[in-house]
C-alpha cells in the first residue's frame, strides 16, 4: 500500500457530508465500520483529507452504482486478499439483476400491448405464464409465442401501441408503413 497524502485541505464531517449527500451519522458508520477514518480530530470534530474524500466518494459510488455491500467495499477498499472475487460476485449479482429487470420489462410490454380490456384476468398468455411458473419454469412473453414461430406475435388479436399509447386497430403486418 502507498503511503497517504492526506496534507490538503481538511473538511469538517459535516462539510464532507454535503459535498456527498450524505448525512453526518452515514460517515459515522463507515468509520466505525472501519471504511474511512478521520485525518484529524479537533476539539470533538472530525476532519478528513483529500484521501479519505476520495475514498467517501468511492465508497458511495460503489454503494449507488455497484448496488455493493459495506463488506464487499471493505475489502474492495481494502485491496488485499480476495478483494476481485468479491467483486466478480457483484457482477454477476448485477447480471442477475439485470436478467430479472429484463423479464419485468418484458412483462409489463406485454401487458401494455394485450387487446384484453383485463389482461391480468382474460390474457391467456399470462395464464400460461403463470401456469410454467407454477410448475418452476419462469417465462416470458417471448418465451410463449404461437407454434414456436420466433417471429410469431405473443398471441393473435395483439395491436401494436400507437406513438401516443393507444391501440391500433390492425395488427402489427396489417399496419400501413406509409403517412
Wanted: charged share 30%; net charge negative.
Amino acid at each position: 500500500m502507498s503511503e497517504p497524502r492526506d496534507q490538503g485541505e481538511l473538511v469538517v464531517i459535516g462539510e464532507a457530508g454535503r459535498r456527498f449527500g450524505l448525512s453526518v451519522s452515514t460517515l459515522r458508520y463507515w468509520e466505525e465500520r472501519g471504511l474511512i477514518h478521520a485525518t484529524q480530530r479537533r476539539g470533538g470534530r472530525r476532519y478528513y483529507g483529500p484521501d479519505q474524500l476520495h475514498r467517501i466518494g468511492l465508497i458511495q459510488m460503489w454503494r449507488e452504482t455497484g448496488l455493493m455491500s459495506v463488506d464487499e467495499i471493505a475489502v474492495a477498499l481494502g485491496g488485499e486478499g480476495d478483494w476481485r472475487e468479491a467483486v466478480q460476485g457483484r457482477v454477476r449479482a448485477i447480471e442477475e439483476q439485470m436478467d430479472r429487470l429484463r423479464v419485468g420489462r418484458a412483462h409489463l410490454e406485454h401487458l401494455l400491448t394485450c387487446p384484453r380490456d383485463a389482461p391480468a384476468i382474460e390474457c391467456e398468455y399470462l395464464r400460461k405464464a403463470v401456469a410454467e411458473q407454477m410448475r418452476g419454469n419462469p417465462v416470458t412473453p417471448e418465451d410463449l409465442r404461437h407454434d414456436g414461430d420466433e417471429d410469431a406475435e405473443p398471441h393473435s388479436g395483439h395491436r401494436a401501441p400507437a406513438p401516443d399509447g393507444r391501440r391500433t386497430s390492425a395488427p402489427p403486418a396489417q399496419q400501413s408503413t406509409t403517412r
